[in-house]
Structures are given as C-alpha cells and as structure tokens.
C-alpha cells in the first residue's frame, strides 16, 4: 500500500458537474482529491481487504439472527421497545437488503480492523462506485497506468444485478419511490445515483424527499400526489425514524423499507462489542465493550476510543491513543450510550509537504457479497463527513 501523487486531470471539476457529482468540494475544499492515489497489490486486495469483509459481513448476519429473538441485546443496543416486533418479524420475512460500508484501518501490512459498520445509510457511494472508475478508465487511457492496471470495485455491477433479482423475483413492489432529505446534496446525489442503478436494472422508480412524505388516513405513507408508497429506499437513519412522528406508524404502514428494519442493529455500534464476545481475537476485529452510566462519564484511559451507539460521520468520538493523545470530535450525539473500543491508529502517510494524510478504507457490501473499495483521508486520525475521498488503483510491480 502506497500512497502515490499525481496531476488532477485538469477538466475533472467540469466532467463531475456535467455528471451530477455536485458535492466534488465541500466549504470550498476539495472532497474528491485526485493530486494522490493509494496503490495496492493484488494480494492486498484479496487476502486482506476482500476476505475479511466477507468473512465480517457473514459473521455480522449471524449476529441479526440471535439478537432479534433476544430482549437482553436488543436492550444492550438501546432499540426502543415499540420497534423489536418490528424488527424481527422484518428479519423473519428475510426483508432484502441493498448495500452496507464498513470502515476498516488498514496499512498494507497486518490485518485490517473493523472500526465500525454503516449498514443503515452509508454513503460516499458514488464516488466509490462511479467516478472513482472513471478516473482510472481515463488514467490508462492517457497512459498514466498501464493496461493491466485494475480497481477492486464490482459495486455498481452489483447494485444493478440485485436490483435486477429483486425486481425478477418480485421481492419490491414497484414504483420504488428513492428519497433524501431535501437539502442535503450529497444525500440527493447518492440517492439519485441508485435511482439510476435501478433503472439500468429496469425498475420503475420515483423520487421524493423526506419531507414530502406524507399518511393517508388508512396509515398508508404517500408521496406528493397521493401516490401510497409501498417499497421505500430511504437514505434516512432508521433511529431518527423512531423518534420522530411518523415512528409509530411504520408497522401499521406495511411500507417496505431499503434497507429494511433489521438493519437498525447493524447500524448500531453495539454490535462491536457483541461481535468482540463472540469472536474474541478474531484478527480483523478490535476489542470493543460496552460503557454503563459510570463508565461514560469516566476519563477514558490512554489507548481507547469511545463512540456513541448511534453516532454518524465520525461525530462525538473521543480518542485516546496509547501514548495519551487526546482527540474528540463534536456532535450531536453527546448524551446517548456508549461503547468503549481499543485503539488501534489508522496508518499515517506524509505529503511532500510533510503533513499527515490518515486513510480509512472503505470496504463495501451490495446484497451479500464484497463488492469493493473506497478510501476517505484526512489530516486528523478522525475521519469525518468532510474528509477527502481519494482514489486507489491495483498496480502490480
């Protein structure tokens, strides 16, 4: 692993506005950076990115089964009471699933370890997807890597094939209304570009926001023209869902959720600790604990990371490293439970400048399989949701 400089393309600005990639720069800095790329070998890729996330991903599956018929762990998880029924007659009714991300802290030389999985609403994903291979079809082209140069990513293939399967096996019922919350760029254009995917795979689709979700008096949820929406992709974490008003009303609505219910217990950081007790030194895995109320409100000890259940974008994490480095992040998640994770620092590689870039591998799932690769940098070990997506590329020596 190998973190290589190189020229932007100078119209790379001009090639992702006119393709709906809108959130390229953030607050003025750019998000996706192309002046570097990570090189990997081919091994790297197969042994110890793509194996252990589908090795993580199926041993997280097995995880949901036990957790939803257990009032013991859906309390350690902190799910509302009203939402287990939910939930486990979701799972039972093996609800189909689209995507998931988990971050792993990877330095090309010992096991990747899972920090976390975003299972729920994860995104960086078109960027990963899309124009990440855009880039590296452009980059051979003009000579920069040679023809045998390759990108661990297959997710757009997949995301159109389950869709396609789902359709197929009438496991949605279309039209698939997709929606974001209304003004959030980066959530339309993710949201935008699995419309897109669905339609490859032919299936009706329509798009909404958030807020233009509204209940008929029967409990239907519709869209803006009383249209009832039966099959719901819903870039929209499912924790706000349960606390806001329309919370009580989703088992009663029969709406079909993507991701369905049963993914608001791997979109919970709960399942670190519980995956670390079933699997203890599980080499891709990170020691993790639960934190009770006088445990949250202790000094973290140097060499450990608290996160809140369900915090997002790296928000309200307190990080102590193991020469006592202290480092938190703000947020809005401050007074919720917590987990309590060893530290284990992400790799640091310097610019010709001197400062730090810290690399967080993104490794993603569509339906259930390993389906490739994204890579988030920024100059603190936090990443966080403005920290930059840079490209990677398989180059053999």
Same mark, same amino acid.
């Given at each position: ?10 119209? /790379? ?31 790297? =890729? ?12 199926? !041993?997280? !599956? ?21 939402? /287990?029924?939910?939930?486990? +007659? ?73 869709? @396609? ?44 926001? =958030? ?29 706000? !869902? ?8 989703? @088992? @009663? ?8 219910? /049963? ?38 000890? +140097?060499? /450990? ?16 490293? +193991? ?32 400062? @730090? ?12 399989? +390993?389906?490739? !690769? ?24």
């Amino acid at each position: 692993m190998k973190r290589i400089l190189t020229t932007p393309r100078p119209d /790379w600005r001009e090639q992702a506005q006119s393709l709906g990639f809108h959130f390229h720069t953030i607050d003025g800095e750019a998000y996706w950076d192309e002046s570097a790329y990570y090189a990997f070998g081919l091994r790297q =890729i197969e042994d110890d990115i793509e194996q252990p996330t589908q090795e993580l991903h199926d !041993m997280s !599956m097995a995880l949901v089964d036990e957790v939803v018929g257990s009032e013991e762990l859906l309390t350690r998880l902190a799910i509302p009471t009203d939402y /287990w029924d939910w939930i486990a +007659a979701s799972w039972r009714r093996r609800e189909p699933h689209l995507y998931g991300r988990m971050d792993l802290a990877y330095d090309g030389r010992g096991p990747a370890k899972l920090y976390e999985l975003n299972y729920d609403t994860p995104t960086s994903l078109y960027e990963a997807a899309y124009f990440q291979w855009l880039w590296l079809e452009q980059a051979i082209a003009r000579g920069t890597f040679g023809e045998g140069s390759d990108q661990y990513n297959r997710i757009q293939e997949l995301l159109i094939e389950t869709f @396609a399967t789902l359709s197929r096996e009438k496991r949605i019922a279309t039209p698939v209304h997709f929606a974001a919350v209304e003004d959030s760029v980066e959530d339309r254009g993710t949201v935008r570009y699995l419309r897109d995917c669905a339609e490859q795979a032919g299936v009706d689709t329509l798009e909404l926001s =958030i807020e233009g979700i509204g209940l008929s008096k029967e409990g239907w949820f519709t869209d803006g023209d009383d249209r009832v929406i039966k099959t719901l992709f819903k870039l929209y974490p499912l924790e706000w !869902m349960f606390v806001e008003e329309y919370g009580p009303k989703l @088992a @009663a609505s029969q709406v079909q959720l993507i991701e369905p219910a /049963w993914k608001a217990i791997l979109s919970n950081k709960g399942v670190l600790p519980l995956l670390w007790e079933r699997h203890r030194d599980h080499p891709n895995l990170l020691e993790a604990q639960f934190e009770d109320a006088a445990a949250q409100t202790a000094e973290l000890p +140097a060499g /450990w990371v608290r996160k809140p259940l369900f915090s997002r974008e790296g928000a309200n994490i307190e990080l102590v490293s +193991a020469s006592g480095e202290r480092l938190r992040s703000d947020g809005p998640y401050q007074d919720g439970p917590t987990i309590r994770q060893a530290h284990h620092p992400l790799p640091r590689f310097d610019g010709d400048d001197g400062a @730090a870039n810290y690399p967080l591998i993104g490794s993603w799932v569509v339906a259930d399989q +390993a389906a490739g !690769m994204g890579i988030r940098e920024d100059a603190s070990p936090i990443t966080q949701d403005t920290s930059r997506f840079v490209p990677h590329a398989i180059i053999e020596d």
